[in-house]
């Protein structure tokens, strides 16, 4: 025997939010229901699915907002890293995502966290690279981080 459920939130492997399904009654009693994901169909547990996604759409637009003005503020970023090189072309080492973000910081003082950085792998030879900061709700940021011979620079400089 199985009852009908209303799902509050996503549940992997069951459904999303909204949708009614068909589970057996202990997971709905003792794993759904006492973690709030999910209530008995009934037209008070479907007023508040409706609230809960108003909620849900009013906190993602502001995110949105949010993300599209950090994009703003970030939208003409450049990076120029010097590091130590061992033939001039290959470096000592390599600059990671760790040190863009670092550099960022440096640079415009936003904090941005790892996981926004989309960088293939650590950039271990001078030259021009692109990198992208995923902000997140599709708002993305692409700059160009160039890395330059520390070694050479401080030849030139005297």
Do not use: C, W
Not at 8 to 15: P, R
Not at 41 to 46: D, F, L, P, Y
């Amino acid at each position: 025997m199985q009852i009908e459920v209303m799902l509050m939130d996503n549940v992997k492997k069951l459904g999303k939010s909204g949708q009614i399904v068909k589970v057996a009654p202990g997971y709905a009693r003792n794993f759904l229901f006492t973690k709030g994901l999910a209530a008995p169909v009934t037209e008070a547990s479907k007023r508040r699915l409706k609230k809960l996604e108003a909620e849900r759409a009013a906190r993602a637009a502001e995110e949105k907002k949010a993300a599209l003005e950090l994009a703003r503020k970030l939208a003409d970023l450049s990076l120029t890293v010097s590091a130590h090189t061992v033939d001039g072309k290959k470096l000592y080492g390599s600059v990671s995502a760790t040190d863009l973000l670092a550099a960022i910081e440096a640079n415009r003082g936003i904090k941005l966290d790892r996981s926004q950085l989309d960088l293939d792998d650590h950039l271990k030879e001078v030259g021009e690279y692109e990198a992208n900061i995923d902000l997140g709700h599709g708002v993305n940021v692409k700059f160009k981080v160039t890395i330059l011979d520390q070694g050479a620079q401080e030849t030139a400089e005297q």
